[in-house]
């Protein structure tokens, strides 16, 4: 009986500290439950919906435990220790005209040891590559395209596959801006200072004719495409030719020698332009302003201001897409507020005689399409490795 009592007293007592032990553990878990809840808040505050908007794909949960301070927040890189990110530029979505083709193909590669974008290279949209995960032959100009129609986002990531592929290296990374978000960054940032030594003009690529429709090419220019019988050689048709009457760019975009103040709108015509001198003078002449538009940033000193930076990226909104995570993106702009300026190496590929590309002769109805010399990737893997040099390198 005594024992019993004794016994029972015991488990009275066990009983009690289970409970008290529970309860405590109720309390821990809804701590950091509640920690949790007010992190993701902070987070999401500090985010904004824009960023949500330029990451759709970002994962938040993965971002806020990057920013616990002791979880590593590296971004990724090559053994050499480089970041390698594709830009990309485009006219938009439904945007008649190009869509969703990449018409603006860059690669920038930086050092998170020495903090400084080490160099830029551009690839000419005609190069003819085979589409990941498919045996389809296309100009990689199309890859972002043939994968943003089956999945969004998918583009993105095709490009990275392909260029990591002719580039040698892996490419972490993907943006990508319309021309409309050009635009926008440029009148945002205050526009852009172009000077030149002699005048700058493109008299046919934003003034080309056209069969006279009711809708789009309605000014006459008084020309006629004439069609031809195969058999007689005798004119079988004969249609009138026409010029937009909102033609871009003014219809002949001009600039002056000298000094060239620049808004968005102007801006963007003057990287456009390639049809009287070429794709590859183009991309040399992106580069210079991706260049000037990095100067400008650090000078209105929006690498050191997230709130400058965010309004940005609220004004530019659905024009702007990436892969980055939301930490990856903070990175980045920590990244930026310690970037050194030193000289950028700068590469286009090209077709010249000492170029890493050539014409074939035979295209198999592909038309006009470019082939890396010896059918192989390796001599642009060289260069490549030459623009970004190693962690010993002392640079």
């Not at 009275?12 to 553990?25: A, N």
């Not at 990057?66 to 990110?85: A, M, Y």
């Not at 990309?88 to 005209?97: A, I, P």
Request: charged share 25%.
């Amino acid at each position: 009986m005594f024992s019993w009592k004794k016994v029972g007293k015991k488990s009275e007592k066990g009983t009690l500290q289970q409970g008290k032990k529970k309860r405590f553990s109720r309390k821990i878990i809804l701590g950091i439950v509640s920690f949790f809840v007010l992190f993701i808040g902070i987070f999401s505050l500090w985010a904004g919906p824009t960023l949500f908007k330029v990451a759709p794909n970002a994962n938040v949960f993965t971002s806020i435990l990057r920013s616990i301070p002791g979880v590593s927040d590296s971004l990724n890189e090559t053994d050499s220790g480089t970041t390698n990110i594709v830009l990309l530029g485009m006219r938009g979505e439904e945007v008649v005209g190009g869509g969703l083709l990449a018409d603006t193909i860059m690669v920038a590669s930086l050092s998170q040891e020495n903090k400084q974008v080490l160099s830029l290279i551009s690839i000419p949209r005609d190069l003819y590559v085979t589409v990941p995960e498919s045996s389809q032959k296309a100009k990689i100009n199309a890859v972002h395209a043939l994968g943003e129609s089956q999945k969004k986002g998918l583009g993105l990531e095709y490009m990275k596959t392909i260029l990591s592929d002719v580039l040698g290296q892996e490419i972490h990374y993907a943006v990508s801006i319309d021309f409309a978000g050009f635009e926008q960054l440029i009148d945002a940032l205050g526009g852009v200072t172009i000077t030149l030594n002699e005048p700058f003009i493109e008299p046919l690529q934003f003034h080309e004719e056209r069969v006279c429709d009711p809708n789009v090419f309605t000014v006459p220019s008084g020309n006629f495409e004439e069609k031809i019988s195969g058999t007689t050689g005798k004119v079988k048709a004969r249609y009138p030719l026409c010029y937009n009457a909102n033609e871009e760019c003014g219809g002949v975009f001009e600039l002056p020698a000298g000094q060239n103040n620049l808004n968005g709108e102007k801006t963007l015509c003057y990287v456009r332009s390639r049809v009287t001198s070429s794709d590859f003078d183009r991309a040399r002449r992106q580069q210079e302003v991706l260049k000037q538009l990095k100067e400008k940033a650090l000078s209105l000193g929006l690498l050191i201001d997230f709130e400058k930076t965010n309004g940005i990226l609220n004004a530019l909104g659905n024009n702007v897409h990436t892969d980055l995570q939301l930490w990856e993106m903070k990175r980045f702009f920590e990244l930026a507020q310690a970037f050194q300026s030193p000289e950028i190496r700068q590469k286009v590929l090209e077709n010249s005689s000492e170029g890493l590309l050539y014409v074939p002769e035979e295209t198999g109805g592909a038309g006009y399409i470019l082939l890396p010399r010896g059918d192989s990737y390796a001599g642009i893997h060289e260069v490549f490795s030459s623009l970004v040099p190693k962690k010993d390198d002392g640079e």
